[in-house]
């Protein structure tokens, strides 16, 4: 089956992603800043986070602190059309901007909501994976709750990226790595 992380990171251009005056930084590997006190991710640091969540095609997944877009779209290509994927953002003009995106490369399976006042989107909980791509200060508990039987979440926690598998009403919290990230808004 190759590399289907590797390969979606190839594929999926960054720069479509990026506001226009930060499109030289495309192909550099740190953050980029795309307004609002956001950024789009290291691409290697989300290529980490990716292959810690180990999506599937077929799968639903919730992406929380979508910013750019990037991240949905990268998921939207690994659960592929029989998958679903939600972002969530806080910020309303960061959603607009990403959806434009997100219509214009026709991933008509991906879509970013407006965040509302719950963390995560449980209106179309349970989720097979959770991507947050902002750091938390504890472990989202809202976030864990919107999992289904053997879901994996993936977050950032207090500088430690942090994998939650839930397993029959239990979860294993295990450690990867130090990170830096925006905080998670009211997280």
Known sequence: MGDPVGEVMRRVRREDFLPEDKLAFADVDEPVPIGWGQTNSQPRTVEAMLRLLDVAPGMRVLDVGAGSGWTTALLAHLV?????VVGVEVVPEL?????RVLERLELGRARIELAGDVLGWPEAAPYDRVL????ARSLPTPLVDQLADGGVLVV???GRMTRVVSEGGRIR????GAYRFVPLLGW
């Open 132 to 135: 947050v791509s902002a750091q």
């Open 156 to 158: 950032p926690v207090r």
């Open 80 to 84: 592929g059309s029989s998958g679903e």
């Open 173 to 176: 919290v295990s450690e990867h």
């Open 95 to 99: 959603r607009e901007r990403a959806n």
